[in-house]
Nanobody
Framework: QVQLVESGGGLVQAGGSLRLSCAASGRAFSTYAMGWFRQAPGKEREFVAAISRSGGSRYYADSVKGRFTISRDNAKNTVYLQMNSLKPEDTAVYYC???????????????WGKGTLVTVSS
């Protein structure tokens, strides 16, 4: 079992930056691929970014490519999402998730955090 706790959300102006963190506990963190997803009000949860177990492979949604960066520190059992040039349409609850195999699919994730709210004002 893996427990995931997100932090770092908040209110930021358009064009600003935030860094989300997700701390993992339980089963060995390095055995899981990790991902970030988000869900805006009234919308379905969607893929944002994913990273392989070693961190050597990274994947991004087209909507965030070039603005967001996913990274992980296996020694600290933590995955990060650096978000730059934020836009109002990035407003959502951001979820950290873990999977046995790296995937961009919501249904493919095995473990989920409870989420952290990011609000981008115009």
């Amino acid at each position: 079992q893996v427990q995931l706790v997100e932090s770092g959300g908040g209110l930021v102006q358009a064009g600003g930056s935030l860094r989300l963190s997700c701390a993992a506990s339980g089963r060995a963190f390095s055995t899981y691929a990790m991902g970030w997803f988000r869900q805006a009000p009234g919308k379905e949860r969607e893929f944002v970014a994913a990273i392989s177990r070693s961190g050597g492979s990274r994947y991004y949604a087209d909507s965030v490519k070039g603005r967001f960066t996913i990274s992980r520190d296996n020694a600290k059992n933590t995955v990060y999402l650096q978000m730059n040039s934020l836009k109002p349409e990035d407003t959502a609850v951001y979820y950290c998730a873990g999977s046995v195999q790296v995937t961009t699919s919501v249904d493919g994730m095995n473990y989920w955090g409870k989420g952290t709210l990011v609000t981008v004002s115009s």
